[in-house]
């Protein structure tokens, strides 16, 4: 197979621009959080970042940004890290940040009207009623706001997140007036996705901005750092734990003052603007030693980073040279290797990294430098910094999320808000639709279901007795005809879910894909390494034709991010699949994990043909300018440890827990203990009662096997 080109990058190889030039923010302005506290008015995610003192690295995310590539996209930056794109789109904002980015129809709010009250209520902030108040505005209205109401205190809280967090301009720059006049309205400001326009201000800034100058970026740019660290798995992983900043920072007092931040070349003071800081500007070794470890871990994951990453550092220049030559040795052992040549082996390469090694951890003897404790400095991380670390570097992520369709390390989801301002939303700021386990208005349906069994006893009575009855085993027609009433649900209230870029699959799915995953195998490739034969109705899946029943209409990987459907292993037993086109992994939720019914061996066995033909068929079917956004790369799978998901105990209901476990997963909501075989007869009446009261279905419905031909020749 030929591996996929990347569009050409934005800067030339070699040719970046230096990284010896400031990015500043207006985010986090001192001024305004603390005028927003006096207001106790809760700001969520924003709070968070400042109260964990989050340290903003400029240079290091302008390296990410110098490394981008030409993408056609309005709102997607995409930067190749090695051989690896990733990219930083509306979807990664929302899931680093938890604001709510639903879509609107009306994004720019151009109906809002100047009525009498917004009029009274500009008067009282001082500011023209035709223009959106800026935050110096916003900062001195709360120190004379005492006197207000409740909801004017409120609504002027509500107006300095916007400005100072949100949208973030310049502190004495006017904010947009429409967005701004919602504010009159609390409970639709609370309900807008405000989290598209953070990302809209954020993106283009960025990409309005030239990086071979000082810049300043507009937004909230603690997501694009918390980004660039997500898309460094392994170097936030090294750092997670934060290695203080030992450098002095004169505050206003002129006092001087030891913070706890990130590995960071900028101070993690939160100001309007953000000076840069040099290397020289470290006291001691410790500075020297950060430099070292840090390129010498880029060097050791990403051997085609620019050799100029760490120029400019003043003091520490000797010692880069040093270590750039002996990077280059190494890159020119590992070239020959992969042409087949026999002059350097492995122990050579090994022989060529150690001095390198020993280069970087003995750093304090060179120049420049001064004789100071490593491990000593390493001792004084502080309980606020280890926080903040978790924040931006945790490593171990229940969903196994990634930051791009396209990257290998996953992306570890690790959202620090519920919403931008608390309220019975979910996380991702959605409304949650409804209770799975509420018994509310079952019993009048199941009534209802009784009555129609019992006038039709040859079609529906067996069928419905084994829905109803506990450790009766569903077949595929249960687990198709529950999966149908979830996507039926899904069309009409797409607003209850997670997302709207769900699909659920029927069971017949992953059925046919495991039958012909050895025709697959056995066919051959073309010279561009598609052709393979693929299952049947493999194309009509992924432009959403199929299934059927409430057909999605939706394209994999474009419209949609995540799958979910059943796969049925050892002849006897369901698990769940879900399908993240995002991260590129697959999650096997299984009901008997404990107990291990079924071994890890089988599982790998029963994934296999989802995790390499699913890849397969994005690439197959992607346009020529998009193929190389999905390689051939099979997706990786995890199983989730029955000690984190609710278990049936007593055998027969596996088909149960699956459904529930898909639908409490789609509708944003935990597993919740009421997920038991104690209540399993309750779950199997409601689902029953609502699967006849929604849908009609009659039982032994004919499953969906639209398609089943040799192999899919759309594909």
């Not at 009207?113 to 001082?126: K, N, P, Q, T």
């Not at 400005?163 to 701004?180: E, K, L, Q």
């Not at 992306?411 to 509420?438: C, E, K, M, Q, W």
Request: hydrophobic share 35%; with cysteine; net charge neutral.
């Amino acid at each position: 197979m030929v591996a996929s080109e990347f569009p050409r990058r934005l800067y030339t190889k070699g040719f970046e621009p230096a990284p010896d030039k400031s990015i500043g923010y207006y985010a986090d302005d001192y001024r305004l959080v603390s005028a927003l506290k006096d207001l106790r008015v809760t700001i969520g995610v924003f709070l968070k970042f400042y109260d964990l003192d989050f340290g903003w690295a400029s240079r290091l995310v302008h390296h990410i940004l110098t490394f981008q590539i030409v993408c056609k996209l309005r709102y997607e930056i995409w930067s190749l890290i090695g051989t690896t794109p990733v990219r930083f789109s509306l979807h990664e904002f929302e899931e680093i940040t938890g604001l709510n980015c639903g879509y609107v129809d009306d994004l720019a709010l151009t109906d809002l009207a100047l009525v009498d009250d917004m009029r009274a209520f500009w008067e009282l902030m001082g500011v023209d009623a035709e223009s959106g108040p800026s935050t110096t505005k916003i900062i001195e209205a709360c120190s004379n706001c005492s006197s207000w109401s409740r909801d004017d205190r409120l609504r002027l809280g509500y107006l300095g997140i916007y400005a100072g967090f949100i949208v973030a301009t310049r502190p004495d720059s006017s904010t947009n007036v429409n967005h701004a006049r919602l504010v009159m309205d609390l409970e639709g400001f609370k309900e807008f996705p405000w989290g598209r326009i953070a990302f809209q201000h954020l993106i283009k800034s960025v990409k309005e901005k030239d990086l071979s100058k000082n810049i300043h970026i507009e937004g909230f740019v603690q997501a694009l750092q918390v980004w660039v660290y997500y898309a460094l798995p392994d170097f936030a992983a090294e750092f997670g734990e934060p290695l203080p900043n030992v450098f002095w920072v004169h505050t206003s007092s002129r006092q001087k003052t030891k913070r706890g931040a990130f590995p960071s070349d900028e101070s993690s003071r939160k100001r309007p603007c953000t000076a840069s800081v040099s290397a020289a500007s470290f006291v001691g070794d410790e500075g020297a030693g950060v430099v070292a470890t840090m390129k010498g871990h880029f060097d050791q994951c990403f051997k085609s980073f620019s050799t100029k990453m760490l120029n400019g550092l003043g003091s520490c220049e000797k010692q880069i040279k040093r270590l750039t030559e002996k990077v280059e040795s190494v890159e020119r052992a590992v070239e020959e290797l992969t042409t087949g040549s026999a002059k350097h082996t492995e122990e050579e390469v090994k022989d060529n990294v150690e001095p390198t090694q020993q280069q970087g951890t003995g750093s304090k003897k060179h120049e420049g430098t001064c004789d100071v404790d490593f491990d000593a400095v390493a001792l004084a991380k502080n309980a606020k910094a280890r926080e903040a670390a978790q924040i931006v570097a945790q490593t171990t992520s229940a969903r196994h999320r990634q930051l791009a369709a396209i990257q290998k390390s996953p992306f570890l989801g690790n959202s620090t808000a519920n919403a931008i301002i608390p309220s019975s939303a979910s996380h991702s700021g959605r409304v949650r639709g409804y209770d799975p386990f509420d018994q509310t208005g079952v019993k009048a349906k199941h009534i209802t279901l009784m009555n129609f069994i019992k006038s039709n006893p040859h079609s529906s009575i067996e069928w419905y007795y084994i829905f109803r009855t506990p450790t009766k085993w569903l077949a595929d027609t249960h687990m198709e005809a529950y999966i149908n009433l979830l996507r039926l649900r899904l069309s009409k209230h797409p607003e209850c879910f997670v997302s709207d870029r769900i699909c659920f699959l029927n069971s017949m799915f992953a059925t046919v894909w495991r039958r012909d995953y050895k025709d697959f195998k056995n066919s051959e490739p073309n010279a561009h390494g598609s052709g393979k034969l693929l299952p049947p109705g493999a194309y009509s899946y992924y432009t959403g034709e199929l299934p059927i029943y409430c057909q999605p209409k939706k394209t994999w990987a474009y419209d949609v991010d995540y799958l979910y459907f059943m796969l049925h292993i050892r002849e006897d037993h369901w698990v769940v699949i879900w399908v993240s086109f995002v991260s590129r992994h697959i999650t096997i939720w299984d009901s008997h994990a404990r107990t291990k019914y079924a071994y890890d061996e089988q599982i790998a066995e029963a994934v296999e043909p989802l995790a390499v033909m699913i890849p397969y068929l994005l690439q197959t079917c992607a346009p020529d300018d998009d193929k190389w956004k999905f390689p051939y790369t099979p997706f990786t799978h995890s199983r989730v440890p029955g000690t984190e998901i609710p278990q049936n105990i007593q055998s027969g209901d596996c088909g149960v827990y699956c459904l529930k476990y898909i639908e409490c997963h789609a509708l944003d909501l935990p597993f919740p203990p009421e997920l038991c075989d104690k209540n399993i007869r309750k779950i199997r009446e409601k689902m029953a009662a609502e699967l006849f009261d929604e849908t009609g279905c009659r039982g032994h419905d004919k499953l969906d096997a639209t398609g089943l031909d040799v192999y899919d020749r759309k594909a």
